[in-house]
């Protein structure tokens, strides 16, 4: 695929993905960065979010390349990834410390 038809499926899955989640929490938290070409960071706009996002809609996985690249961007928020192949539902891994997991933990119930 060339470089530039690369990236219009990129931007194309993270327009995909965004109005996917911006649905589920009811309020625009997601839109694109639009100068990570250029400036690197986060597919997405830094905003109030403490997570820095990496989209990838591919038929090839190369999570661990992913998961280091959603590290690098991160600039002190927590890493997450979501990919999607095709005729597949979304998937979103999101790195915590143990101490972040069981914080989460602590805020879900538990049976």
């Not at 990919?83 to 891994?93: D, H, N, P």
Request: proline share 5%.
């Amino acid at each position: 695929m060339s470089g530039r038809s690369s990236r219009v499926k990129g931007a194309s899955a993270e327009r995909e993905l965004f109005a996917l989640l911006n649905s589920l929490l009811g309020r625009d938290a997601f839109k694109r960065n639009l100068t990570q070409t250029r400036a690197g960071g986060a597919d997405h706009e830094d905003g109030d979010l403490p997570i820095a996002l990496e989209v990838k809609r591919q038929e090839k996985l190369n999570i661990g390349t992913w998961l280091k690249q959603a590290r690098e961007q991160a600039a002190g928020r927590i890493p997450a990834l979501a990919y999607r192949q095709s005729r597949e539902e979304w998937t979103v891994l999101v790195e915590l410390t143990p101490e972040q997991f069981t914080q989460w933990l602590k805020m879900r119930p538990l049976p």
